[in-house]
């Protein structure tokens, strides 16, 4: 697959993400089994995609030295951390909890904002700075650390470089073990007659 641009590859995780906020809030009142479904994705894709963004984009936006960088990536960074709180909260949560719906409520809107900023004025910044060559390698660099990062956010853990890359090797190690053993245990749930 050819390399895609750092900022369509970010793009699109947001309209995935916006997908999976849509289809939660369609689910209604009951639909306990499905919410869990929705909130298990959002978990993983926004997990996979602040790492991306905290590893690799966020810190070439402040090499670039793009105007208020510096900015725009610590408001983005505080922000990454409060959702990470929320999303490891509701990370096995029961979804009948009188506190879960609540809780996604608050991390829809907090991630709709997020990406307002994102889109609205760090990324036509960083357009304006970074070539599209640049952009483009970034991109294909980012597409493939997508399949290494860590898959379940870690509040505690340091968010810029290097303490991030080397935290999350060992944490992405650890969270794509427990996704492949609940996965083995949904098969086998299924797999009863
Ligand atoms: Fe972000
Ligand atoms: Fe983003």
């Keep these: ?21 849509k289809r939660f809030e369609k689910a ?19 997990s996979i995609h602040a790492e991306i963004e905290e590893q690799m984009f966020y810190p070439a936006v402040r090499a670039a030295e793009v105007p208020d960088a510096k900015d725009m ?13 929320l999303l490891s909260e509701l990370d096995g949560m029961d979804p009948e909890a009188e506190r879960f719906d609540a809780k996604v409520t608050v991390l829809i809107e907090a991630i709709r904002h997020h990406i ?11 357009r304006k700075v ?11 660099s980012m597409d493939r650390a997508k399949g290494i990062v860590p898959t379940h956010p870690h509040p505690r853990s340091p968010d810029t470089p290097p303490g991030n890359i080397a935290g999350g090797l060992a944490s992405a190690a650890i969270d794509r073990a427990r996704d492949a053993g609940r996965e083995a245990l949904e098969r ?5 007659p």
């Design 73 to 85: 990536v610590l408001e983005s960074l505080e922000e990454h951390g409060v959702a990470k709180w």
């Design 116 to 126: 307002e900023e994102e889109e609205g004025e760090m990324f036509p910044a960083v």
């Design 28 to 46: 209604g009142g009951g639909a306990a089994k499905t919410k869990r479904k929705i909130v298990d994705d959002i978990i993983r894709e926004l």
């Design 188 to 192: 086998a749930k299924k797999a009863v």
């Design 130 to 140: 970074l070539k599209r060559k640049a952009l483009t390698e970034l991109g294909g």
């Design 1 to 21: 697959m050819p390399d895609i641009d750092a900022i369509t590859l970010l793009k699109n995780d947001h309209k995935a993400v916006e997908k999976l906020f």
